[in-house]
């Protein structure tokens, strides 16, 4: 089973940078599709952006062209690099491992075998 701890999250004004790792733990990892997730207050959880295991991605519309999802498999870590961030971007950040890339995209994360913890990330106007 595998396990993820992010890290990455903190305060920034708005058009900074911030870079998300979540580190994975377990064999199986590099077989698995992982995504990053966002929840903010009063609001659903939603996908920001998936890859799968031979690193094809997937991005939400509100991040393309500032956020890149990458995977690092012989260091089982996952990324998120987020650019030019907006006050709407503040949020917990949660890292998700699914057996399939269609799983970990399913709407809400229903579909996603392993959560991590969860990072919090604040733009500030």
């Known amino acids: 089973q595998v396990q993820l701890v992010e890290s990455g999250g903190g305060l920034v004004q708005a058009g900074g940078s911030l870079r998300l790792s979540c580190a994975a733990s377990?064999?199986?990892?590099?077989?698995?599709?992982m995504g990053w997730y966002r929840q903010a207050p009063g609001k659903q959880r939603e996908l920001v952006a998936a890859?799968?295991?031979?690193?094809?991605?997937n991005y939400a519309d509100s991040v393309k062209g500032r956020f890149t999802i990458s995977r690092d498999s012989a260091k089982n870590i996952v990324y998120l690099q987020m650019n030019s961030l907006k006050p709407e971007d503040t949020a917990v950040y949660y890292c998700?491992?699914?057996?399939?890339?269609?799983?970990?995209?399913?709407?809400?994360?229903?579909?996603?075998?392993?959560w991590g913890q969860g990072t919090q990330v604040t733009v500030s106007s």
């Open positions: 890859i799968t295991s031979g690193g094809s991605t």
């Open positions: 998700a491992a699914a057996r399939t890339f269609a799983a970990v995209r399913v709407k809400g994360g229903r579909s996603v075998d392993v």
């Open positions: 377990g064999r199986s990892f590099s077989s698995y599709a």
